[in-house]
C-alpha cells in the first residue's frame, strides 16, 4: 500500500459481536474474525477496524468500556487479540480499533469509586457530577437530553442513603461522561493510546470524537424537532466545542512517537462537512467519517453537492475526502436508499413507519450507490455484510430486540438492531455459517440463505462478486488517489464524472440513459438495458 495509506484506504467496519462466533455461544469472537480474515483479504479491502470488543457490560453494545485495556471474555482474550493481530498482518491487512473516550461504562472502577466518594472528591471529577437544581436539588442540573431518549442526567444516592447529585450522561445511564478538563482523565487516555499501539495496532476509531468537551456553564439545549442532534450549524453545547480539538492534537503527538503509520479516525457527527473537516486539519486526525455523504439521500443534485463539498472542504485541510454508506449506527443502505421521503434517515424505521422499503429497489440502489462511491478519491468505509447486499432486518421481534434506543424511546423506534444481525456465511447451515450451533444474539431472518457469502462467491453479477470487481478496478485504476472532473452536460438525474481512464454515470432518474458508444464497460451494479443504462444503474466505462 502507498504511504499514508489513509489517504486511499478501503477499511472494513467489523461488528465483532455479528462477524463470526467461533465459540458458538451466539456471540462472535475475535478467534472467530482470525478464521475468517482470509475472506476480507479475498475481498480486496485494506484494513478492517473494530468495534469495541474491551471488557463491558455490553449495555451498549460494547460501546461502555468498563476496562480499556482488557478483551471482553464473550469476544475472547488479550491473547486472542495477538493472534487476530498477527493474522491480519500475514494478511497484509491493517487493523484499527475502536476507542470510546466520551464516556465509560458504570462498571469502571473509575464511575464505582466515583459513587462511594463525596460530592467534590478527586473521584468525581474524572466524570460530570453536579448538583441538581430546585431547593432540594430535585431537578436535573440543565435540561439536555440523552441521544438514546430519555433526560441525559441521573441522580445517585449518596453513601449516606440521601438523594444527592447528578451525573452526566449523553448516551445510557450506563455510560457517564467523563469530565476532559480534567488531566487526569487526559493522561489515562494517553496511557490507554499507548496500550493498544505497543501491541500493534495500525490507528482507532474515535467514537462521539465530537463530544468530549462540554460547553461552559452547560446551558440548556432544545434541539431543533426536526434536525439532527447536532442541531443544525450551531452546535449543541455538548457537541463541535473548540477545546476538543486539543484532546487530538495532544493524542497526534502521541502517535506520531511510534514508527510506522498511524491513524486516528473521527466519528464527528456534525452536520456539514467543512464542520466534519474540522477534526482532520494538519495536526489532528487523519481521518473523519464522511457522515453529511451517508446521510445524503437518493438524489443526483445533492449527491453531486455533496461530493463537490467534500472534495473540497478535506483537501483543503490537507485531508483525504472519505466516503461511507453503512454502519452499525444507521439502517443498511440497501434498505435505506428506498425509503419514502418522510422517514427521517438518521432515526430509522420503527411500527409505526407507514410503508417498508421495497427489498429489490433497495439492493438496485444500494449497489449502485456503492458502485458510485467507490470510484470516488479519498479511502471508503464499508460495512459488514454490504459486500452481500445484506438488507436491514426490519421485522425483528420485539423481545429480541437489545438497542438501549428501543427502551429509552418505549418502543417508539426500533434503533440499530437491524443493522447488527449476524452475517450469513454459508446456506443451508445453521447460523447460516456464523456458528456451528445455531445460537445468534439476534435471530437472523429465515430468508437470508440467497445472501450467504458461498451463495455468490463466484456467481456472475452477484452483490459479492460486485464489490470484489469494484475494489480490484479501484485499485488497477488507481482511483483513490485520482483526481475527480465533473462531465459537462449531463441530465438532472444523472451523476457523471471521470476518475483518470474511468468515467463514471449513475442513473438515478426513471428513463434510462444512453451510454457513450464505443466505450468499454468495467464493471455495472445491474444489468444494461442494450446500449442504455436503466434507472438505479452505475456504471464504470473506460474510453468513453
Ligand atoms: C457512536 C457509536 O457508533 C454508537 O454505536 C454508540 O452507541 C455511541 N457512539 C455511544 O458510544
Redesign the pocket.
Known amino acids: 500500500m502507498t504511504s499514508q495509506w489513509w489517504r486511499s484506504a478501503v477499511i472494513y467496519q467489523i461488528y465483532p459481536r455479528s462477524f463470526a462466533d467461533a465459540s458458538g455461544d451466539g456471540v462472535g469472537d475475535l478467534i472467530g474474525i482470525t478464521n475468517r480474515l482470509d475472506s476480507l483479504r479475498d475481498l480486496g479491502v485494506d484494513v478492517v477496524w473494530l468495534?469495541p470488543f474491551m471488557t463491558s457490560p455490553q449495555k451498549?453494545?460494547g460501546?461502555?468500556v468498563a476496562d480499556y485495556c482488557d478483551v471482553d471474555p464473550i469476544f475472547g482474550t488479550l491473547a486472542d487479540f495477538d493472534a487476530m493481530l498477527a493474522r491480519a498482518k500475514e494478511l497484509d491487512l491493517r487493523v484499527i480499533v475502536?476507542l470510546?473516550p466520551?464516556?465509560s461504562s458504570d462498571q469502571h472502577p473509575w464511575f464505582q469509586d466515583a459513587l462511594a466518594a463525596v460530592p467534590g472528591s478527586r473521584e468525581r471529577a474524572r466524570y460530570m457530577f453536579r448538583d441538581g437544581r430546585g431547593e432540594g436539588g430535585e431537578e436535573p442540573p440543565n435540561n439536555w437530553q440523552s441521544?438514546?431518549g430519555g433526560p441525559a442526567w441521573t441522580r445517585v444516592t449518596e453513601a449516606d442513603g440521601t438523594q444527592g447529585q447528578w451525573y452526566l450522561h449523553?448516551?445510557d445511564a450506563s455510560?457517564p461522561d467523563f469530565d476532559w478538563s480534567n488531566e487526569e482523565v487526559r493522561e489515562e487516555f494517553r496511557r490507554i493510546l499507548r496500550f493498544w499501539l505497543d501491541r500493534g495496532v495500525d490507528g482507532f476509531r474515535v467514537?462521539?470524537a465530537h463530544g468530549l468537551v462540554k460547553r461552559d456553564g452547560l446551558p440548556d439545549y432544545t434541539p431543533p424537532e426536526d434536525g439532527d442532534s447536532m442541531g443544525g450549524i450551531e452546535p449543541a453545547p455538548y457537541f463541535g466545542q473548540d477545546g476538543v480539538h486539543d484532546v487530538y492534537r495532544d493524542w497526534r503527538k502521541v502517535l506520531d512517537e511510534y514508527d510506522g503509520e498511524r491513524a486516528l479516525c473521527a466519528?464527528a457527527w456534525m452536520p456539514t462537512v467543512d464542520e466534519i473537516a474540522k477534526w482532520v486539519r494538519p495536526d489532528e486526525m487523519h481521518q473523519a467519517f464522511n457522515f453529511a455523504y451517508a446521510m445524503t439521500r437518493w438524489n443526483a443534485g445533492d449527491l453531486r453537492e455533496v461530493i463537490i463539498d467534500s472534495l473540497r472542504a478535506f483537501p483543503d485541510v490537507g485531508a483525504p475526502a472519505t466516503w461511507v454508506l453503512s454502519?452499525?449506527?444507521v439502517i443498511r443502505h440497501t434498505t435505506r436508499l428506498a425509503l419514502p421521503a418522510d422517514v427521517p434517515q438518521g432515526h430509522g424505521i420503527g411500527p409505526k413507519t407507514p410503508d417498508l422499503p421495497d427489498t429489490a429497489v433497495g439492493l438496485h440502489r444500494g449497489r449502485a450507490a456503492t458502485t458510485l462511491m467507490l470510484a470516488l478519491p479519498g479511502s471508503a468505509y464499508l460495512y459488514q455484510g454490504e459486500e452481500l447486499g445484506l438488507p436491514e432486518a426490519v421485522d425483528l421481534p420485539d423481545d429480541a430486540r437489545q438497542d438501549?434506543t428501543w427502551f429509552r424511546h418505549n418502543g417508539e423506534r426500533y434503533g440499530?438492531d437491524g443493522c447488527r444481525v449476524p452475517i450469513p456465511w454459508e446456506a443451508g447451515v445453521p447460523a447460516y455459517g456464523f456458528n456451528r450451533t445455531g445460537e445468534t444474539w439476534l435471530p437472523q431472518p429465515d430468508d437470508w440463505a440467497e445472501y450467504a457469502r458461498d451463495r455468490q462467491a463466484g456467481v456472475e453479477g452477484s452483490t459479492l462478486e460486485l464489490y470484489r470487481t469494484l475494489l480490484r478496478l479501484r485499485r488497477e485504476f488507481g482511483l483513490a488517489s485520482g483526481e475527480l472532473e465533473w462531465a459537462e452536460a449531463a441530465p438532472d438525474d444523472v451523476v457523471t464524472f471521470r476518475v483518470g481512464e474511468v468515467t463514471v454515470i449513475a442513473n438515478l432518474g426513471e428513463q434510462a440513459v444512453p451510454l457513450p458508444q464505443g466505450a468499454d464497460v468495467l464493471v455495472s451494479s445491474g444489468p444494461l438495458d442494450g446500449g442504455a443504462l436503466p434507472n438505479d444503474t452505475a456504471v464504470w466505462l473506460r474510453g468513453a
Open positions: 468495534s451498549d453494545a460501546y461502555d475502536d470510546v466520551n464516556h441521544l438514546f449523553l448516551f455510560q467514537d462521539v466519528e454502519n452499525h449506527d438501549p440499530r
